[in-house]
């Protein structure tokens, strides 16, 4: 059979038009739901995001009636204004001050919105790693979760969401100057795959693309979701899963009205982010057997070194997260892009006063890349007193892969041509004349690192064998019938690459399986992918 | 031209706490304005109102905190009477104490909340408003979302 191809280069990457727009949008506002609503439908996906919006639209498509509970809002790309501050508020769950509590404390940025995390993230597409894949099957019974097995479900996604690489003319001073002195030291990499369609580099990926160009679930697959009969319901908070007979009965949330909506359904699907799903699942009494519900958190820690040139970069032009280098990947040490406008940058620069006030009114010459460590560290996830409390301290493996890392970065600044290097390590001075010896002449532990992460996984970790798991290798949770979880927490192992198409992936497979369909066989290829 | 819509969160107090640490930890002199003729205290105050309730009350307590801290640690003054280099010594005192945490956090709010100063961003180089006119066209253009 010839397979068909699907380009994944600089026109994919650039082409704006052609957008898929439903005949009408299906959203029901919760605000709008006083008292008490009831719907029966046949499947309750409960998250717009990764994991929620693919199933939702796969099992619309395939027949099933489905109401989507999202507890953020709809956002017009033309509300949103290129002002990282000022939508910051907007579009991320609690201004974006979620924490963890430990040595040390690292936010983790969430999306709340429909789109969920996939609106606020960059937009980077991995796959899943093999070695990975093949983890999970010796060490959790995810037998049939192989690299041939889930290619058809990576390729759908592929395709729903536009997966092509940066082209280089998009991909920012900051990119340039990296892959220049990766290039000269040996060190390999190159430009990103993002789920993106006429990216023209506005630089604000996470806050709210204003062109429309970063393919989020939101405006992806929640239309195709509308167009199949679904129905989104934003501004609604689950609160239980109702059962009865070892079976799901309902949906129970709460409205932003102060209203009650019951969401009578064959199939709930728990979608709701690694975070939050443990404390649906405990409200509900379901996933506590295993006593693994809200442990085995992994959260991939990254930080920035900024790195400050004689040439003007703007750095907030051009795709803040374009390029990466992989050499240190089999260390659990990756390198990705990160960079932004002046108050993005300035809220994670290191230094106070002047010394801080000096290197911002640098901003324009100083390039910014980021090391994301694969953790050997795990938290754990609970609801105390009304509040979910993460509890995560940095391993000092994970330190001293920062400390290495951050040398690795600074000698590709210096290689590209850098007067000096700031890396967020407590207690490191600036570095200058391409000497890293400050920050490799000392050991630098979990308390010296400044962090923050965004791939939080694994806290209702799926898995063979029931005293281990939470769900099953179907993301069923165990011992529970039409109950199914697809987001990060089912993720059993931290990845060390982005996890979005892995979601996505997992999620699409859930729903195929859920309409009794043998995998997508007619996918195009993709001629190149990460 | 500096925006100035009320306070939804801080008490006027806290505000000028909060301007007092953003002042020192952001150090501004010219070309950059004195954080007095930005909305820095304004956008602080609207991100507290969308975070929640735990983060808001030990916001606002650590910035109580942070003003009589220098008394504790032998300075003469609390911290808004202080000149900006003492403010930032004492800070960094404070910050190696108990209240380590809570100086990072609100420092890193400060330093957000300032440089998402419009006429701050402008001065940096950096244009929102060319970005999303671009935006708008294509979207209608091209009849994207």
């Not at chain 1, 999306?111 to 010796?138: M, Y």
């Amino acid at each position: 059979m010839t397979r068909r191809l699907r380009d994944t280069g600089a026109t994919t990457y650039e082409d704006g038009t052609g957008t898929f727009h439903p005949d009408e949008r299906r959203l029901v506002a919760g605000r709008t739901l006083a008292g008490e609503t009831i719907i029966t439908v046949d499947a309750c996906v409960i998250g717009s995001g990764a994991g929620g919006a693919p199933v939702a639209k796969e099992l619309a498509e395939g027949g099933m009636r489905v109401a989507i509970l999202e507890e953020g809002d709809w956002h017009e790309a033309s509300t949103f204004t290129a002002r990282p501050r000022d939508m910051t508020p907007r579009l991320y769950r609690d201004s974006a001050q979620v924490m963890t509590i430990g040595t040390p404390p690292i936010p983790l940025p969430l999306g709340k919105a429909v789109g969920g995390t996939t609106l606020i993230n960059s937009g980077t597409c991995f796959r899943t790693p093999p070695h990975i894949l093949r983890q999970w099957r010796e060490d959790h019974g995810l037998t049939d979760l192989t690299t041939a097995t889930m290619d058809p479900f990576f390729r759908r996604v592929e395709r729903e969401v536009n997966v092509s690489q940066v082209p280089e003319h998009l991909a920012g001073a900051s990119a340039r100057l990296v892959l220049e002195g990766a290039k000269k030291l040996g060190l390999s990499g190159g430009h990103l795959f993002r789920n993106a369609k006429g990216c023209v580099g506005s630089g604000v990926c996470a806050f709210g693309c204003p062109t429309g160009a970063k393919q989020h679930t939101g405006i992806t697959y929640v239309p195709r979701a509308w167009a199949a009969g679904a129905t989104t319901y934003t501004g609604v908070q689950a609160q239980r899963i109702g059962h009865q007979g070892g079976r799901v009965t309902e949906v129970v949330a709460k409205t932003a009205a102060g209203g009650t909506l019951r969401v009578r359904c064959r199939h709930a699907i728990i979608a709701a982010g690694t975070l939050l799903t443990p404390a649906l699942l405990e409200a509900s009494g379901l996933g506590h057997a295993s006593g693994q519900l809200g442990r085995n958190l992994s959260i991939h820690p990254a930080s920035a070194a900024r790195a400050v040139f004689d040439e003007d970069l703007d750095p907030w032009s051009g795709v803040p997260q374009s390029a990466y280098i992989d050499a240190l990947q089999n260390e659990g040490i990756m390198f990705e892009g990160i960079s932004g406008p002046p108050d993005q940058t300035a809220a994670s620069t290191p230094r106070a006063g002047a010394e801080h006030r000096e290197l911002m009114l640098k901003a324009r010459r100083t390039a910014s890349f980021g090391v994301m460590v694969h953790d050997t560290g795990r938290g754990t996830v609970k609801r105390q007193l009304g509040q979910t409390v993460i509890r995560y301290d940095l391993h000092p493996d994970d330190a001293a892969r920062f400390q290495k890392g951050m040398a690795t970065l600074a000698e590709v600044f210096f290689a590209a041509g850098a007067r000096e290097v700031i890396v967020p390590l407590a207690g490191v001075p600036t570095l200058r004349n391409g000497d890293v010896t400050p920050l490799t002449g000392r050991p630098i532990q979990p308390k010296h690192v400044a962090a923050m992460a965004f791939h939080p996984l694994g806290t209702a970790r799926a898995g063979a064998d029931p005293t281990t798991s939470v769900v099953d290798p179907d993301l069923r949770v165990h011992g529970i019938e039409g109950i199914h979880v697809s987001d990060g927490s089912v993720v059993p192992s931290s990845l060390g690459v982005n996890p979005q198409i892995t979601i996505m992936a997992l999620a699409t497979r859930l729903a195929y399986s859920l309409l009794n369909k043998p995998a997508p066989d007619h996918e195009p290829v993709p001629t190149a992918i990460a | 031209m500096r925006r100035t819509p009320g306070l939804a969160v801080l008490r006027p107090r806290e505000a000028s706490i909060f301007a007092a640490f953003c002042d020192a930890v952001v150090a501004p002199v010219p070309p950059l304005p004195a954080v007095r003729d930005t909305d820095a205290a304004f956008a602080f105050d609207t991100g507290l109102a969308a975070a929640p309730a735990a983060n808001r009350a030990a916001l606002r307590a650590a910035l109580l905190a942070l003003e009589l801290a220098p008394l504790a640690l032998g300075y003469s003054a609390r911290l808004r009477r202080l000149d900006s280099a003492q403010r930032l010594t004492a800070l960094d005192r404070i910050e190696r104490g108990p209240l380590g945490d809570a100086v990072k956090g609100l420092r890193a709010l400060a330093h957000l909340s300032y440089y998402g100063d419009p006429a701050v961003t402008r001065l940096l180089g950096y244009d929102p408003d060319a970005v999303v006119a671009r935006a708008t066209e294509l979207r209608y253009l091209e009849h994207r979302w």
